[in-house]
């Protein structure tokens, strides 16, 4: 189960980064730094992401205290939540939405704060706590289980799995393939959002058996 | 746009013709047959046919200047002959096309290529095939098919996909059945589907240790096994399967004239895409050539030629070097050509070159499924029964 946060990371890490590269690299670009000095800012974005990941993760276990635990069969909420976000996912996936990456409201705040050093890593958080769709999914997983370390671990094996995909990132070269992967990303994330609907309907299934 | 007079693409006088098929000849021979003539008459009419209809083809090819035409009846016949002999090995082996649980257990389940690049990151990770096939030995065994796959990718790159894809000739046929097509416009966004495939099925290959892929999309399996219908669960594959299968191998290849599995789906091709690069040949377009009028655009069986494609001189990356581009440009501005060489240089070496590895790999590789489906065929015509 806890291999299945990694799994969701590593699929939706190329949405995470296409839309929240439009904050990083302007932000870079306009710093004109080294390759290194990006990668450290990189390094403070992700810090920032982390802390969102585990306040999330937080959310997640106290769902799970106050809501499944007084059910008797978890597998109808958890199946009809796997269900809901899963179309979710699967809207936000083919059809054109706004980005519902919180950090891009950061491009104004960018402007106003006079402390560098704090961009990246507020950046981070606010694209950490962002509520799209591949962080309810995640958020699903993790409060389908009962214990804080299980939904923490869950969210920082989520957070290890988008991360890899922002390890290219200082490399401004790169963002030459940005639009395709974010199509692809995107695409993906249906695809995502397909097996997430055929196991919530499962989910259901064996749920309203249990009852 | 410039209106010049239409230029047929060249072929080779016919003493180099002649030459160069008569090379090919031995070496199909000697391959075709494994150096012994063989005593059953099927056997022997099965050998013969196969040889005159591969060199034949080959000879065209060179002559006439004219690619995927010629390559297209060797694909197709492919795709068809493979039929005909898988669906038969089946029913001898198994008794019927349907995989049971017993013979997965046994690891008797044939390897396609189609299951490679979900095998590649779990082989890295766990140092095992996630697959319930034969290493070695046995039908369509592992080993072989990753032989075969280097081989060719090196060769080749994606040219895999119109030379040696022995699904491919499918859709590729289809795609051939009326003139014009009937859906004409598509969303160029849908070729980076199969990337999109592709990232799935590595991933949830890697986290579960399954071909995703073979077990929930291909749409192949329609015509070559697929597991017995025992539970809800494989009924839903076998209804997605299906529906992938006359969707997108046949329905929509006749009504948009493109090969939509492999431009829209296949997860295979993808990954080939990406060899595209470390490949020695490549399509290009000769801009001082080009007059725009985006035939190519219009004739690419995989979307891989664009307005962009146009101005760069280049195909993108999912070019399968088919060669309907090269066939139909009125201009013959665009070639075969080897990297690092001069676009405008000497095309029809170029060619050559890579026509004599592309139908030596597709010749090689298809002799024995196509001697097998005529075999067969001979079978059922004279007994009534394609199965010994």
């Not at chain 2, 065209?60 to 068809?80: N, Q």
């Not at chain 2, 995989?302 to 309907?324: A, D, H, N, V």
């Not at chain 2, 170029?350 to 097998?372: E, G, K, N």
Request: net charge positive.
């Amino acid at each position: 189960m806890l291999m299945q946060g990694l799994f969701l990371g590593l699929s939706n890490g190329v949405t995470c980064v296409a839309y929240c590269t439009p904050v990083l690299i302007p932000y870079m670009l306009g710093e004109g730094k080294s390759v290194a000095q990006n990668f450290l800012a990189l390094s403070q974005f992700l810090l920032g992401r982390l802390a969102g990941y585990l306040a999330f993760a937080f959310v997640a276990w106290l769902i799970n205290l106050s809501v499944l635990e007084r059910l008797g069969s978890k597998g109808l909420l958890i199946g009809a939540l796997y269900i809901i976000f899963s179309c979710f996912l699967m809207v936000y996936a083919f059809f054109k939405t706004d980005a519902p990456c919180a950090a891009r409201s950061i491009g104004y705040i960018a402007g106003k704060i006079k402390v560098p050093f704090l961009i990246p890593i507020l950046a981070g958080l606010l694209s950490g706590l962002a509520f799209c769709p591949p962080f309810l999914l995640a958020m699903t997983d993790a409060a389908s289980e009962g214990s804080l370390s299980y939904s923490l671990f869950f969210f920082f094996m989520f957070f290890i799995g988008t991360s890899i995909f922002f390890i290219p990132i200082p490399f401004v070269g790169m963002l030459r393939r940005l639009t395709a992967l974010r199509i692809i990303g995107k695409m993906a994330a249906g695809i995502v959002g397909l097996y997430y609907l055929y196991a919530g309907i499962i989910t259901v299934i064996a749920g309203v058996k249990g009852i | 746009m410039r209106t010049d007079t239409h230029q047929a693409p060249q072929g080779e006088g016919k003493g180099r013709t002649i030459i160069l098929t008569v090379m090919m000849a031995v070496i199909t021979a000697i391959m075709f047959s494994h150096g012994k003539i063989p005593q059953d008459p099927k056997e022997a009419i099965a050998l013969i046919v196969t040889f005159l209809f591969a060199n034949t083809l080959f000879f065209l090819l060179i002559y006439t200047g004219k690619t995927d035409r010629y390559r297209a009846v060797y694909f197709s016949t492919f795709a068809v002959a493979l039929i005909i002999s898988f669906i038969s090995h089946m029913f001898e082996a198994r008794g019927s096309m349907s995989l049971s649980e017993a013979k997965v257990l046994q690891c008797e389940v044939p390897f396609c290529h189609l299951v490679i690049p979900m095998t590649l990151v779990p082989m890295a990770l766990t140092k095992t095939i996630i697959f319930p096939g034969s290493l070695i030995g046995g039908y369509a065994s592992i080993a072989s098919m990753f032989v075969l796959w280097i081989g060719a990718t090196l060769a080749l790159g994606r040219g895999f996909c119109s030379w040696g894809c022995f699904y491919g000739g499918l859709d590729d046929g289809f795609s051939r059945v009326l003139k014009r097509p009937v859906i004409k416009k598509i969303n160029p966004k849908w070729i980076y589907l199969p990337f999109a495939v592709l990232l799935f099925v590595v991933l949830t290959a890697a986290a579960y240790l399954s071909p995703t892929y073979c077990t929930w999309f291909c749409p192949f399996k329609a015509v070559t096994e697929f597991e017995a219908v025992t539970s809800t669960k494989i009924l839903i594959q076998t209804i997605i399967f299906v529906s992938l299968f006359i969707g997108l191998v046949i329905v929509l290849p006749i009504l948009t004239k493109r090969r939509t599995q492999c431009a829209f789906l296949c997860p295979f091709g993808a990954m080939q895409s990406l060899t595209n690069k470390i490949n020695v040949f490549d399509v290009r377009i000769d801009k001082e050539k080009c007059v725009k009028c985006k035939r190519c655009i219009q004739v690419c069986p995989t979307l891989s030629m664009s307005e962009e494609s146009l101005e760069q001189g280049r195909p993108r990356i999912t070019c399968m070097k088919c060669g309907k581009c090269i066939d139909n440009c009125p201009k013959g501005a665009i070639s075969y050509h080897v990297k690092g060489t001069d676009v405008a240089g000497n095309n029809r070496a170029y060619r050559l070159l890579f026509l004599f590895a592309a139908f030596l790999f597709i010749s090689i590789f298809s002799s024995h499924i196509i001697q097998d489906g005529i075999i067969r065929v001979l079978k059922l015509i004279t007994t009534g029964s394609m199965i010994s």
